[in-house]
Structures are given as C-alpha cells and as structure tokens.
T-cell receptor, first 113, second 115 residues
Framework: KNQVEQSPQSLIILEGKNCTLQ??????????LRWYKQDTGRGPVSLTI?????NTKSNGRYTATLDADTKQSSLHITASQLSDSASYIC????????????FGGGTRLMVKP | ETGVTQTPRHLVMGMTNKKSLKCEQH?????MYWYKQSAKKPLELMFV???????ENNSVPSRFSPECPNSSHLFLHLHTLQPEDSALYLC??????????????FGPGTRLTVL
C-alpha cells in the first residue's frame, strides 16, 4: 500500500533557528516528491519538486533532500522566520498509469519570537 | 494568489440543507480536483475531472455530487450531510499533458461545518 509518513507531527522553534522535517514513503514506482507549504486558511503551495535523480534542491531558505534508496526526504528550513509558521505537506507521485498522488499528514510548524 | 478561487470561504449548514461549493480556475488548466482535508489527516482525493470528464471518484458518498460544466468551473453539491463531513474542502487544478511533473495549484478552500 502506498503511504507517506511525516515527522514530527508538530514542532515549535524560536525565530532564527533551523529545523528539519522528515518524510518517509513507500510509494512505488516512484516518480517525484513535492513539498507543499500550507498557511492557515489557505491552500497548499508548492515549495519544491524532487525527481529520482536529484539529491538536493534549494528554494531560498528551504532545502529539500531525497534519498531514493531509503525512500526518505527531508525539508530543512534555515534561519526561520515567523512567516514560516505553517503546515508542510510531503506529496509523492506514482510513476504508473494515473500518476496518482499520495499525501502525507503534514508537519505543523510554529515559529515563536 | 494561486489563480484558483473558491466560494464561499466558510459555510455552516444543517444536516437537512442543500448547498453548493464553487471553484473557478483562471490558469487555463484542463484538470480540476476536489479534496477533503480533515484535522490531523492527509488530504483525501474525492473527484477528478479531466477535460470536463470525471475520471476519478474515490468511493465518495452520494451526498456529495460534483459538477464540471466547463474546464474552468467546478462545483460540489452537498445534501443531507453528516457532522463528520465537517472539514476543509480544497479545489485544485493542473495542466495534464501526460507529464508526471504537472503541479496542482490549490484554492484557499471552503471551511464547512455541519451541525
């Protein structure tokens, strides 16, 4: 069964600190993995997409990694800001007919001043 | 803004009411989706429309009825809902070209409360 597990479920950090969010998946065959940011009261917005051959990709203060062998991804946030407070959702796409998406449950991040 | 709008943003209804959620995308995409997001649960895909044709229905109860009159508009008609249907309902769109990297763009959602 295709599954995406994220940890931790929630996280509180102080402004300016770094943090790392984890995503483990069992989706097969693998096509790509996206990290979405969902602010309160808004829909998810894509931060980055990782394909099979990519190990690291950065988008400003966000850096995503992918280990396709262990089926793990991480999202590292550097020098956190109050506006980083949101839910971060890991989404993995199948590489078969239908190209279905499997969503993780998300990590709820709160950045405090 | 992502180019996908949803109305209303908040809705409170009784179990005997009939209401509709509306979604409009301004991105020229050919596929639209309805998702249900409940607290502490992953997003659940409800319906998929490709070129206005329904291609996916993930065993959704018949009290939810989708309608896609054209490639820019998507509705979700609601009737005789249950309290457990209370959730955030998200609409999304994408340009499906057979490329598996197509990004889905989400609307802000409708927060539904069923009393």
């Amino acid at each position: 069964k295709n599954q995406v597990e994220q940890s931790p479920q929630s996280l509180i950090i102080l402004e300016g600190k770094n943090c790392t969010l984890q995503c483990n998946y069992t989706v097969s065959p693998f096509s790509n993995l996206r990290w979405y940011k969902q602010d309160t009261g808004r829909g998810p917005v894509s931060l980055t997409i990782m394909t099979f051959s990519e190990n690291t990709k950065s988008n400003g203060r966000y850096t995503a990694t992918l280990d396709a062998d262990t089926k793990q991804s991480s999202l590292h946030i550097t020098a956190s800001q109050l506006s980083d407070s949101a839910s971060y959702i890991c989404v993995v796409r199948n590489n078969n007919a239908g190209n279905m998406l499997t969503f993780g449950g998300g990590t709820r991040l709160m950045v405090k001043p | 803004e992502t180019g996908v709008t949803q109305t209303p943003r908040h809705l409170v209804m009784g179990m005997t009411n009939k209401k509709s959620l509306k979604c409009e995308q301004h991105l020229g995409h050919n596929a639209m989706y309805w998702y249900k997001q409940s607290a502490k649960k992953p997003l659940e895909l409800m319906f998929v429309y490709n070129f206005k044709e329904q291609t996916e229905n993930n065993s959704v109860p018949s009290r939810f009825s989708p309608e896609c009159p054209n490639s820019s508009h998507l509705f979700l008609h609601l009737h005789t809902l249950q309290p457990e249907d209370s959730a955030l309902y998200l609409c999304a769109s994408s340009q499906e070209t057979g490329n598996s990297y197509n990004e889905q763009f989400f609307g802000p959602g409708t927060r539904l409360t069923v009393l």
